[in-house]
């Protein structure tokens, strides 16, 4: 069952046939400068917003630490959920074997510091994460994620009307794939960042454990103080001038991902 289907317009070009630009987009988790970017990228970047999508270009170092304060208690909450962390060691690849395959994260694109993919091989199981866990662990490796979103030029969210409908998310995704092209193009790193958007979906779905949910809400409740237009992050984006060259992942073939039908004389739909 496909888990979308997208009308577009017919342009007579397979789904394959992509410009240079959109198989150059890549993530870039490298350490940044904080050197301040262009003014005129920051306004080209806040006019890909919509009607019903903002985008905020956010360069306060007061404003971006306290979102990487958010980040690192959503991250420690994602440290002690056991779904969730079962589900990212599932989906991590150590071996240069496992990341040739093109499925997971390839550990080596994490810029892990000496040492790092040890540890990380290491709390993979949830057993030894939990007891670890009772040492400080999650605190520990949750401040890492949000001091590493820190470290940047400036942040972009985008956001969108709370509570967010499915058409929300597709229009969300569209301007992030915009944003993320434009910022490629001008030799700026992207890092995306979505453990505050998920942890915040998932307690508006019900989906966070009992025993997180009051961590969960007081963490919602910071987000909605420094976020006064009521509106909600589907994406933040850490951005600027990279220290180092990204480590690029393997991708899928397209074809194994998206296929094309038919379905009108007019339009065709991909399937995701």
């Known amino acids: 069952t496909p888990a979308l289907v997208l009308p577009f317009p017919d342009t007579g070009r397979p789904p394959s046939d992509l410009p240079p630009a ?79 395959r093109g499925e997971g994260l390839d550990v080596r694109t994490l810029h892990l510091p000496p040492g790092g993919r040890q540890v990380l091989r290491l709390v993979c199981d949830w057993r030894r994460m939990r007891w670890l866990n009772a040492l400080g662990a999650d605190r520990m490796l949750g401040a890492f994620e949000g001091f590493e979103l820190v470290r940047c030029g400036a942040l972009v969210a985008i956001g969108t009307p709370a509570p967010p409908a499915l058409e929300d998310w597709v229009a969300a995704g569209r301007v992030l794939e915009r944003v993320w092209l434009e910022l490629n193009a001008a030799g700026v790193a992207v890092h995306p960042s979505f453990v505050l958007p998920d942890l915040l979906h998932r307690l508006a779905t019900t989906a966070v454990p009992a025993a997180l949910e009051a961590a969960a809400r007081d963490v919602a409740a910071a987000f909605r103080a420094a976020w006064p237009d009521g509106g909600f992050p589907c994406m933040l984006l850490r951005t600027g001038y990279a220290r180092s060259p990204a480590v690029r992942a393997r991708r899928l073939p397209l074809e194994r991902i998206l296929t094309q039908r038919n379905c009108t004389d007019d339009d065709d739909a991909l399937v995701l």
């Open 22 to 100: 959109l198989r150059a987009r890549h993530t870039n988790r490298a350490p940044y400068r904080r050197d301040r970017l262009p003014p005129a990228l920051a306004a080209r970047i806040r006019s890909q917003g919509t009607e019903r999508v903002q985008v905020h270009w956010i360069e306060d170092r007061v404003k971006i630490r306290h979102l990487g304060r958010l980040v690192g208690r959503a991250a420690r909450l994602r440290y002690r959920d056991e779904g969730l962390h079962r589900w990212l060691a599932h989906s991590l690849r150590f071996s240069a074997e496992a990341a040739e």
